[in-house]
């Protein structure tokens, strides 16, 4: 079941507009629970707003699915080693991505690949999931996770997957060398990656992620601005 960029239509009286989010869930939990679940930063926009500030337990909404943007790899895939990039709210499909990443792992009981977050936003505060992706660094082989803070000084207390630094040239470097121990193709071919914040953001990396020798076309962004 792939994981699709979901489109959410509300109804609210006397706006006719559609929200777009995107889950960060992971796939299998709306099979096995029936449930997704979103992560939505507020703002005015209306259908965000309604979202934020009305929105109660037993309201309806309709759910649109649709989008080219989402990790649903073929059997042979699945020893790709993995890049996951994002920039402040752009976790939520990144998380998802991750979270399935590992339930495939789990059915194949194989040698995981290398699987790695760099995750930027512009204060703590911003920081969403911290928890459950440490979580899933620590119980999982090959997985690495790094926060990266950007407008804010150093806490004496944050262990080392902490830099208050923006995304940069070396650390993108950093990850192409921790390549999985089995894989037995050039980094250029092995590594998929998949991206999401803002559009400075993702062109920049994407720039930095072809010098490095990164193929286009095995760099996934999701462009929803």
């Given at each position: 079941?792939?994981?699709?960029?979901?489109?959410?239509?509300?109804?609210?009286?006397?706006?006719?507009?559609?929200?777009?989010?995107?889950?960060?869930?992971?796939?299998?939990q709306?099979?096995?629970?029936?449930?997704?679940?979103?992560?939505?930063?507020?703002?005015?926009?209306?259908?965000?707003?309604?979202?934020?500030?009305?929105?109660?337990?037993?309201?309806?909404?309709?759910?649109?699915?649709?989008?080219?943007?989402?990790?649903?790899?073929?059997?042979?895939?699945?020893?790709?080693?993995?890049?996951?990039?994002?920039?402040?709210?752009?976790?939520?499909?990144?998380l998802?991505?991750?979270?399935?990443?590992?339930?495939?792992?789990?059915?194949?009981?194989?040698?995981?690949?290398?699987?790695?977050?760099?995750?930027?936003?512009?204060?703590?505060?911003?920081?969403?999931?911290?928890?459950?992706?440490?979580?899933?660094?620590?119980?999982?082989?090959?997985?690495?996770?790094?926060?990266?803070?950007?407008?804010?000084?150093?806490?004496?207390?944050?262990?080392?997957?902490?830099?208050?630094?923006?995304?940069?040239?070396?650390?993108?470097?950093?990850?192409?060398?921790?390549?999985?121990?089995?894989?037995?193709?050039?980094t250029?071919?092995?590594?998929?990656?998949?991206?999401?914040?803002?559009?400075?953001?993702?062109?920049?990396?994407?720039?930095?992620?072809?010098?490095?020798?990164?193929?286009?076309?095995?760099?996934?962004?999701?462009?929803?601005?």
């Amino acid at each position: 079941m792939p994981l699709r960029y979901l489109m959410v239509d509300l109804s609210i009286p006397g706006v006719d507009i559609v929200g777009g989010y995107s889950i960060c869930s992971p796939p299998h939990q709306l099979v096995s629970e029936k449930s997704i679940q979103l992560a939505i930063k507020s703002s005015p926009h209306p259908p965000t707003q309604w979202m934020c500030t009305q929105c109660k337990v037993g309201d309806v909404v309709s759910v649109r699915v649709g989008g080219d943007y989402y990790y649903d790899p073929a059997p042979a895939e699945c020893t790709r080693d993995l890049l996951f990039i994002a920039g402040g709210i752009g976790i939520n499909p990144i998380l998802s991505m991750m979270e399935h990443h590992v339930y495939l792992q789990r059915l194949q009981k194989g040698n995981s690949p290398a699987c790695q977050l760099l995750y930027s936003t512009k204060s703590l505060n911003d920081l969403l999931f911290h928890d459950q992706l440490a979580a899933l660094a620590q119980h999982n082989c090959n997985m690495f996770v790094d926060f990266h803070i950007t407008t804010e000084k150093p806490v004496s207390t944050h262990c080392d997957t902490f830099k208050y630094h923006r995304i940069t040239q070396a650390d993108l470097q950093l990850c192409l060398s921790r390549r999985s121990s089995s894989s037995s193709v050039s980094t250029s071919d092995n590594f998929s990656c998949y991206l999401c914040g803002p559009q400075h953001m993702v062109d920049d990396i994407t720039s930095t992620l072809q010098q490095l020798g990164i193929h286009l076309n095995n760099i996934n962004a999701e462009k929803w601005w």
